[in-house]
């Protein structure tokens, strides 16, 4: 029964994100829930979230990310501009020549492999790459797999820089604050930018407008963003649910053949943007931490929900995703169509 299968799937992640909470990882509500959802899913159980929760978990997402902003993303991006934009072209060409080698030595078709290996939104990527007559589900199981890394990654990083600090920041949080009418407004601008940002059809549109008009309307005194921890802990549930659930049992055997390859060039992507946030940061004089968020290979509301539990500078970092997944978004089909066109085939 699918109301049982809820129930247990509620219960599964709530034990493990409180495990990672007694542990004091960062993002421990996204990361339970996605591991239980990948059992589930590996489990044969055919779960799906309803589209409407997920993009309604991305808007109270946005509107906590405009909480966190300290500075405008175009004096952000105004400041550290030449960084930014070699950042951005190293990425773009990382990611074809990743996608190129695996195409070559997988047995992967040419649009799949090239879509696959993209590090742009997940579910955008398997949006466009049906219009382009890929796989996608073979493209769905790379981008998630890829964003399942990225994120444990992530995670371990930001625990190990914190140390100490990640208790006291853990032991800082009130689940259960007294609420006031500023949490309605939240709401409100979650639901009106949010419906705003589906209707103009841009990636992940439901969370990046209630990002920037809240981030506009906060730093102005117009609004005060009011965001109990028990709402955040429910957005964050449902996302990772999106992730856990997008892993398909039968998608996952016939991935088993270039499973080696995929998750080399799973990890070749993360090891250079490990190694660009490692130059960024001795250039720019900025913490490791931020300059490792901010190069991340994606997703764009996984990295926000794990930069807000440390003390990474957010402007930063939303300000390099954001960029990164429209120059990626842009950039696509061209590079999926080179490698389509010039990856040498393997022969069987």
Same mark, same amino acid.
């Given at each position: 029964?699918?109301?049982?299968?809820?129930?247990?799937?509620?219960?599964?992640?709530?034990?493990? /994100?409180?495990?990672?909470? *007694? !542990?004091?990882?960062?993002? &421990?509500?996204?990361?339970?829930? %996605?591991?239980?959802?990948?059992?589930? #899913?590996?489990?044969?159980?055919?779960?799906?979230?309803?589209?409407?929760?997920?993009?309604?978990?991305?808007?109270?997402?946005?509107?906590?990310?405009?909480?966190?902003?300290?500075?405008?993303? !175009?004096?952000t991006l105004a400041l550290y501009w030449p960084v930014v934009l070699l950042v951005l072209?190293?990425? @773009?060409? #990382?990611?074809?020549?990743?996608? *190129? !080698? @695996?195409?070559?030595?997988?047995?992967?078709?040419?649009?799949?492999?090239?879509?696959?290996?993209?590090?742009?939104?997940?579910?955008?990527?398997?949006?466009? &790459?049906?219009?382009?007559?890929?796989?996608?589900?073979?493209?769905?199981? %790379?981008?998630?797999?890829?964003?399942?890394?990225?994120?444990?990654?992530?995670?371990?990083?930001?625990?190990?820089?914190?140390?100490? $600090?990640?208790?006291?920041? #853990?032991?800082?949080?009130?689940?259960?604050?007294?609420?006031?009418?500023?949490?309605?407004?939240?709401?409100?601008?979650?639901?009106?930018?949010?419906?705003?940002?589906?209707?103009?059809?841009?990636?992940?549109?439901?969370? @990046?407008?209630?990002?920037?008009?809240?981030?506009?309307?906060? /730093?102005?005194?117009? +609004?005060?963003?009011? !965001?109990?921890? *028990?709402?955040? &802990?429910?957005?964050?549930?449902?996302?990772? *649910?999106?992730?856990?659930?997008?892993?398909?049992?039968?998608?996952f055997f016939m991935a088993l053949r270039p499973l080696p390859q995929i998750l080399f $060039?799973?990890?070749?992507?993360?090891? +250079?943007?490990?190694?660009?946030?490692?130059?960024?940061?001795?250039?720019?004089?900025?913490?490791?931490m931020t300059a490792y968020l901010a190069t991340s290979p994606g997703g764009l509301d996984?990295?926000? &929900?794990?930069?807000?539990?440390? $003390?990474?500078?957010?402007?930063?970092? %939303?300000?390099?995703?954001?960029?990164?997944?429209?120059? +990626?978004?842009?950039?696509?089909?061209?590079?999926?169509?080179?490698? /389509?066109?010039?990856?040498?085939?393997?022969?069987?």
């Amino acid at each position: 029964m699918p109301i049982l299968q809820w129930f247990l799937l509620f219960l599964l992640s709530l034990l493990i /994100s409180l495990i990672f909470l *007694w !542990l004091h990882l960062p993002a &421990a509500m996204l990361l339970g829930p %996605m591991i239980a959802g990948i059992v589930f #899913s590996l489990r044969g159980c055919s779960l799906q979230l309803p589209r409407g929760i997920f993009l309604a978990a991305q808007a109270i997402l946005g509107c906590m990310i405009a909480q966190n902003l300290t500075g405008s993303l !175009l004096t952000t991006l105004a400041l550290y501009w030449p960084v930014v934009l070699l950042v951005l072209l190293i990425t @773009l060409l #990382s990611s074809a020549i990743v996608g *190129w !080698l @695996l195409v070559r030595y997988s047995s992967l078709p040419g649009n799949t492999g090239a879509w696959g290996s993209s590090p742009g939104g997940a579910a955008a990527m398997v949006a466009m &790459a049906q219009d382009y007559g890929a796989d996608i589900r073979l493209v769905a199981f %790379m981008q998630y797999l890829r964003v399942l890394f990225v994120a444990g990654a992530a995670v371990l990083v930001t625990r190990l820089i914190l140390g100490d $600090s990640a208790i006291a920041v #853990s032991q800082q949080k009130s689940w259960f604050p007294p609420l006031s009418g500023n949490l309605l407004t939240t709401l409100l601008l979650a639901i009106v930018a949010g419906i705003a940002g589906r209707l103009i059809r841009i990636p992940s549109g439901t969370m @990046l407008l209630p990002m920037l008009a809240g981030a506009l309307l906060h /730093s102005h005194g117009i +609004i005060e963003i009011e !965001l109990p921890e *028990w709402l955040l &802990a429910v957005a964050y549930m449902a996302i990772g *649910w999106r992730i856990g659930l997008g892993f398909d049992k039968q998608v996952f055997f016939m991935a088993l053949r270039p499973l080696p390859q995929i998750l080399f $060039s799973i990890f070749a992507l993360m090891a +250079i943007c490990a190694a660009m946030a490692w130059g960024m940061a001795r250039y720019m004089q900025i913490d490791f931490m931020t300059a490792y968020l901010a190069t991340s290979p994606g997703g764009l509301d996984t990295v926000a &929900a794990i930069a807000v539990g440390s $003390s990474a500078d957010m402007a930063l970092i %939303m300000a390099m995703q954001t960029l990164r997944l429209f120059s +990626i978004l842009l950039a696509g089909p061209t590079v999926a169509r080179f490698i /389509s066109t010039y990856a040498p085939k393997q022969s069987a």
